[in-house]
């Protein structure tokens, strides 16, 4: 991924692909719970990768993203991936963690099947 800054201009910018954490924890206590079992979000499939996912939360005008940026909800979407597992892949689309592949190949293994 590629940026560009303006000369004599203060860098205002969020990148997505940083592991630093800056949003409060009751971001990600409600985050989890939206996405978590037995939560509204917990069968929401959303477009994959990170900034079509990010789109699509905007979008949804949910409470514990609400004043947020584009650019952040990118960056929250990386962190709950990468970091957080509160989100996760499934054939191609983020879904909530649960219903992801790595948990879907963890649970698979536990039972020793393929």
């Keep these: 991924e590629y940026s560009a800054f303006l000369a004599g201009r203060k860098a ?3 990148d997505a692909c940083s592991s630093t954490d800056p949003y409060p924890e009751l971001l990600w206590t ?6 978590g079992s037995g ?11 990170r900034y079509t996912a990010a789109r699509a ?3 949804a005008n949910l409470p514990f993203l ?3 940026t584009l650019g952040e909800v990118c960056h929250i979407v ?3 991936v990468s970091e957080r597992q509160i989100l996760g892949y499934f054939d ?3 879904v909530a963690h649960d219903r992801s ?3 879907v190949k963890m649970r698979c293994a536990a039972l020793q099947q393929p």
């Design 30 to 35: 409600e985050m989890t719970a939206f996405f």
């Design 57 to 59: 939360l905007v979008a």
């Design 39 to 49: 939560g509204a979000g917990e069968s929401i499939v959303l477009p994959g990768g």
């Design 66 to 68: 609400a004043g947020r």
């Design 12 to 14: 205002n910018f969020i």
């Design 92 to 94: 191609g689309q983020v």
């Design 101 to 103: 592949e790595a948990i």
């Design 78 to 80: 990386q962190l709950a």
